[in-house]
């Protein structure tokens, strides 16, 4: 059974994350020294994001919010992943994966690319539905 009650889904998606990125992140490392040390770390490129869309630098957040979500698919994919199924929030490592999709979605929707801003929200929503709502997006 799947962590969402889908008895015939794929089981959830468990990434492993990049510990020495995690804990840079948490020492106070810059995220771009972070990001350009381990390019594959989404959460590195989930801390440039978020950082950015918070200045209002949006075209920036979208960038480094696109990076870290391609990232994360490779990443995804490479952990069984078919390109649906749970992905939980609540496993730490697959946060930077989410939180990237939801800078996406929200500098899609800043910069008016509806359709980009709808699929993110969907795969937020197909990933984890607690996703959304810790993101502020729900």
Not at 15 to 32: F, I, N, V, Y
Not at 77 to 100: A, I, M, T, Y
Not at 128 to 138: K, N, V
Request: aromatic share 6%; proline share 7%; charged share 20%.
């Amino acid at each position: 059974m799947t962590s969402f009650g889908d008895l015939l889904g794929p089981p959830p998606t468990l990434l492993t994350g990049d510990e020495d990125a995690e804990s840079e992140l948490l020492d106070g490392a810059d995220p771009a020294a972070v990001a350009a040390a381990h390019p594959t770390a989404s959460i590195a490129w989930a801390n440039l994001a978020e950082t950015a869309i918070e200045s209002g630098q949006v075209i920036a957040a979208y960038a480094y919010a696109r990076t870290g979500y391609h990232r994360g698919l490779d990443q995804l994919r490479r952990h069984g992943w078919k390109g649906f199924g749970p992905v939980p929030w609540s496993h730490e490592p697959n946060q930077g994966f989410l939180r990237c999709v939801a800078v996406l979605a929200r500098a899609a929707h800043d910069i008016g690319e509806e359709d980009e801003h709808l699929r993110c929200l969907d795969l937020l929503n197909e990933s984890d539905p607690a996703a959304a709502t810790e993101l502020g997006l729900a």
